[in-house]
């Protein structure tokens, strides 16, 4: 019945709808309050690509004549979908205001196209390229795992562990007042806008325009501020404003990247609150990200670093040259890298502008596994430190990637992962982690833009956590759920303003450094009572 009603639907809409691709019948549903508002019976809902040489497509929905809604499809219409109730959820944006809306489908082979098609779409707008051009078959499917909420799920290897040991949520008290830095400081143009937090010290650090606030953790699990460094100078005496930074010989360095000199890598002694050194990998090469040499070597003695450029991996050594990268690695064809992660192993992952996520065992060889990502910037990136799982950012969803290889193609090696042999056609099911569509219009997030995500740190730990932020959100993704296959399993809580930044404490997987525009404090979250 629905689908010889679906045909004859169609059959109208394909001659009305401009550029029809594919469309299915089902019942449409607002969603508020927790509740689904029924809003129409036997809808069609479309996709459309009105202009075959623009990468530009469309949803609607429509009652017979009638059409009920009209958007264009992007990233910020969140959508996902449920396999057992053969939904999808999205929102919409009018005015100041967010709505929710779900759809369910009647006929499945329909419900099918409409996804698929809607996957290719989001892809091509993104990229604004065609997608065959862009990703071989094997990544195409890679691109369509990424929509389906039906997951593989993962042990988390500590089975003894207590349900009730997880349950944790933020604390219900209003955000603390923290620690700022002068007020006439505060009065400025200027804002808080990097975030390190220390390993080997008990220290915190907020890069603020060309200042540098320090900061320590005190008895009642806060920050306090101590002092700042009032400019940040080259060796040559300009004043300038850092663009990225990290920590590294035991937090007794702050390293910092420039838009006034990309070339460069600037050293700065916190002690002395001057920058000492000025490394460069050499060759003109502009510095877009760097990472630790391993995971955890900020809270070591080791000078030496990963960066990567456009289209070069480099391994900075200042003890042999400061001019000139020790090792490094070059394309022909730019892969637009921007930032990078390493493993306790030194493994490296290396995101790019288009989305891509490359694995390598050693910078100076080709990568050991492309993973193709689902075509937006990587603005961040994070590994495990036993290097099983990938943490990547990108501004409207997070991507979570497991790179163990199965046993088979181990050959016996046991935990061998993509960084140690291609994954090849045995590519993991991507967890494309996002907000719920509920949650957008509950909150009234009407744009999505999460800060880089984190695991939580600390030596020989298995993680458990991941943090991030939107607006002035903190979210917190409980891991082991999601790799139970729990995509929703977060918590959120609402701060004073924007936040800026949020990385766990190491070692403290309870204790998160956040950092809006003009404070800083630590957020604990707390066992459910």
Request: proline share 4%.
């Amino acid at each position: 019945m629905a689908a010889k009603q679906e045909e004859a639907g169609l059959k109208k809409l394909e001659a009305k709808v401009k550029g029809f691709l594919a469309g299915a019948i089902g019942n449409f549903y607002q969603l508020a309050d927790g509740k689904s508002i029924p809003k129409a019976e036997g809808a069609l809902i479309v996709v459309s690509r009105p202009d075959p040489d623009e990468f530009k497509y469309q949803l609607s929905l429509h009652v017979g004549e009638k059409m009920l809604l009209q958007q264009d499809v992007s990233l910020d219409m969140q959508s996902i979908f449920g396999k057992k109730d053969k939904n999808m959820d999205w929102v919409t944006k009018v005015g100041g205001a967010t709505f929710a809306w779900r759809f369910v489908f009647s006929v499945a082979k329909s419900e099918n196209l409409v996804k698929s098609n809607l996957a290719i779409a989001m892809f091509e707008v993104s990229r604004q390229e065609d997608i065959k051009k862009s990703l071989k078959e094997d990544d195409q499917d890679f691109l369509m795992q990424a929509i389906e909420d039906e997951m593989e799920t993962y042990s988390s290897g500590d089975e003894s562990e207590e349900p009730e040991e997880r349950n944790r949520e933020f604390s219900p008290d209003p955000v603390k007042k923290g620690a700022q830095f002068a007020h006439e400081e505060r009065e400025g143009k200027e804002h808080n806008r990097l975030l390190n937090v220390g390993m080997a010290e008990n220290r915190s650090f907020i890069i603020r325009g060309s200042k540098v606030g320090v900061f320590k953790h005190n008895r009642d699990d806060d920050l306090e501020f101590l002092n700042k460094i009032p400019e940040v100078k080259d060796k040559k005496g300009q004043v300038f404003s850092p663009a990225k930074s990290m920590l590294a010989q035991n937090d007794k360095k702050l390293l910092l990247l420039s838009d006034h000199a990309p070339e460069s890598v600037f050293c700065m002694d916190i002690e002395t609150a001057k920058v000492i050194e000025e490394w460069q990998p050499g060759d003109g090469f502009k510095v877009k990200g760097i990472a630790p040499v391993e995971k955890y070597a900020q809270k070591t003695g080791e000078s030496s670093i990963l960066a990567c450029s456009n289209n070069a991996l480099f391994q900075i050594d200042p003890r042999q040259d400061k001019k000139q990268a020790a090792q490094k690695k070059t394309y022909a064809k730019a892969p637009k890298f921007g930032v990078m992660a390493t493993n306790a192993q030194g493994q490296a992952a290396v995101g790019s502008d288009n989305g891509e996520i490359r694995l390598y065992s050693d910078i100076t060889k080709n990568a050991k596994t492309l993973l193709p990502g689902l075509g937006d910037k990587v603005i961040g990136v994070d590994v495990t430190e036993n290097g099983h799982w990938i943490l990547a950012t990108s501004a409207r969803y997070l991507l979570v990637l497991r790179t163990v290889l199965p046993s088979a193609k181990a050959k016996g090696k046991e935990g061998a992962t993509g960084f140690d042999k291609a994954l090849g056609k045995d590519k993991p099911k991507p967890i494309k982690l996002q907000l719920n569509p509920t949650d957008l219009a509950k909150y009234n997030i009407s744009e999505v833009s999460f800060t880089p995500a984190h695991f939580d740190t600390g030596d020989n730990i298995q993680e458990e956590w991941i943090i991030t932020s939107t607006g002035p959100y903190i979210i917190t993704w409980d891991f082991k759920k999601v790799k139970e296959g729990q995509r929703f399993a977060y918590k959120v809580k609402k701060a004073n303003s924007q936040i800026v930044a949020d990385i766990f404490r190491y070692g403290w997987s309870d204790q998160v450094v956040v950092a809006e525009p003009n404070n800083a404090y630590v957020e604990v979250t707390k066992k459910k009572s």
